[in-house]
């Protein structure tokens, strides 16, 4: 007797319509709205195929062509794929793709490379900062001494100097560079030399500027960064997860113990086959020219909401997002955030630099032009997305108003379509 009935293994998302109406209904959100978290960002079919693939199935432990479990021999091939696409990206020798996400790589660089009660430099969350580099609440808070580091008043940028003043103080064993919420360029040759000084390690989180740094059209942390970390999702247009990279021989087995089994059981063999295609992507000529539309972007936006007297932290981006700070509009990042959603523009609120208001209701609003610019968008595009920021942001409780922005938002999305025949 059959346990299963027949058609089992085929029966796709049909065989579950609670499910499918849900998954359908992000679908048609991802392509009836516009996406500028800076977060997110849209995939080729590839990545999905890859990521959805019957390497979901295979469960291993340990790296490549040393695995704890037999039958392996794609899933070796696979990652050591990933492993070497990854390195040429970035130009170094080592990398690990095993992380589950970027908090992971984060904690697991840490764990390998640390002891319980070190001392960690890294920027402050309410400056850009990552809660993954030693916010309180998390284990990495809890786990070594976190001194913090941030943006100065006038410039809101970081400066050397500052930074410099505290590894003196506070002799760090490990400087962390990268942040979410900082849209400016970051001198890493200068962090460096702090590093050296006090005889730290640097590790650069790069997290929103992979596919820049990639391309180089950002600061690259090699060969200054002693370790670097990522997510393979954000700028990197990718899979699901995580990312280490670094040159010295004698990191590694610090590094991959810390990974696994520091922080992590089983590779997910599904991301990481996604992480090879994204890598795959990443080093045809084309990604080259995403990233310089995704600055091109970034800046035309960055124009056209200042041009509606909108005020840029640190007076403007180097990558792909911007801090915008409401206060000459009178309005908070969460009322402008949820009007936006009504309008079909995606944001997320954000405290800036000195913020004075709460994180439920900051004076900013973090935009991302990653993701409208993996589906086609242009400077055009993007100046009119800031038009109608500034027209939602004048009058966030006009429902009218957030009608009409809608329907416009909505004509420019079907003139550029996502994932076309699903
Ligand atoms: C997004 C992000 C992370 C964490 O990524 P998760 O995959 O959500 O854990 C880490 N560092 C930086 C700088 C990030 O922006």
């Not at 109406?21 to 990545?47: F, K, P, W």
């Not at 199935?57 to 899933?75: F, M, Q, W």
């Not at 100065?152 to 942040?179: K, Q, Y």
């Not at 849209?183 to 997290?207: N, P, Q, Y």
Request: charged letters at 20%.
């Amino acid at each position: 007797m059959r346990l299963l009935h027949p058609g089992y293994f085929d029966q796709g998302l049909d065989a579950d319509p609670e499910l499918a109406a849900s998954i359908h209904g992000e679908l048609a959100r991802q392509r009836d709205g516009i996406e500028l978290i800076a977060s997110e960002n849209i995939v080729s079919r590839l990545v999905l195929e890859a990521q959805g693939s019957v390497l979901t199935n295979k469960t291993v432990e340990g790296l490549p062509y040393a695995r704890y479990y037999g039958g392996a021999e794609h899933a070796d091939a696979i990652e050591a794929l990933a492993v070497t696409r990854a390195t040429r990206l970035f130009g170094c020798r080592f990398a690990n793709v095993q992380p589950h996400s970027g908090s992971n790589a984060n904690a697991g660089v840490f764990l390998g490379l640390l002891t319980l009660g070190d001392t960690i430099l890294s920027m402050g969350v309410e400056a850009g900062g990552h809660i993954s580099h030693g916010h309180p609440a998390t284990l990495t808070g809890r786990d070594y001494r976190i001194v913090r580091y941030g943006v100065e008043r006038e410039s809101e940028r970081v400066e050397l100097d500052a930074v410099a003043r505290l590894a003196r103080e506070h002799n760090p064993t490990m400087i962390v560079a990268g942040g979410s919420a900082y849209a400016r360029s970051l001198d890493f040759a200068g962090l460096r030399a702090i590093a050296d000084e006090v005889g730290a390690l640097l590790m650069v989180d790069m997290a929103h500027v992979a596919g820049l740094v990639a391309t180089g059209l950002y600061p690259h942390p090699f060969p200054h960064a002693h370790v670097v970390t990522s997510t393979t999702y954000k700028s990197l247009r990718g899979a699901r997860g995580g990312l280490v990279l670094w040159n010295d021989p004698a990191l590694s087995d610090r590094i991959n113990y810390g990974i696994f089994p520091g922080v992590q059981g089983s590779v997910m063999m599904h991301a990481v086959a996604a992480k090879a295609a994204c890598f795959g992507e990443a080093l045809r000529p084309e990604f080259r020219a995403y990233n310089q539309a995704v600055l091109d972007n970034a800046r035309a936006l960055a124009g056209s909401v200042a041009e509606a007297g909108m005020r840029l932290v640190a007076g403007g981006t180097d990558c792909g997002l911007m801090l915008v700070d409401l206060s000459p509009q009178g309005v908070t990042g969460d009322v402008a955030a949820k009007a936006l959603e009504a309008a079909g523009l995606a944001v997320n609120k954000n405290q800036i630099p000195f913020d004075t208001r709460p994180p439920e209701a900051p004076s900013g609003l973090r935009l991302s032009s990653n993701a409208g610019t993996a589906r086609g968008f242009g400077v055009e595009e993007f100046r009119q997305i800031g038009g109608w920021i500034a027209r939602v942001v004048a009058a966030p409780d006009d429902a009218a108003g957030l009608a009409a922005v809608r329907d416009e938002v909505l004509a420019l999305c079907r003139r550029f379509p996502i994932y076309d025949g699903a």
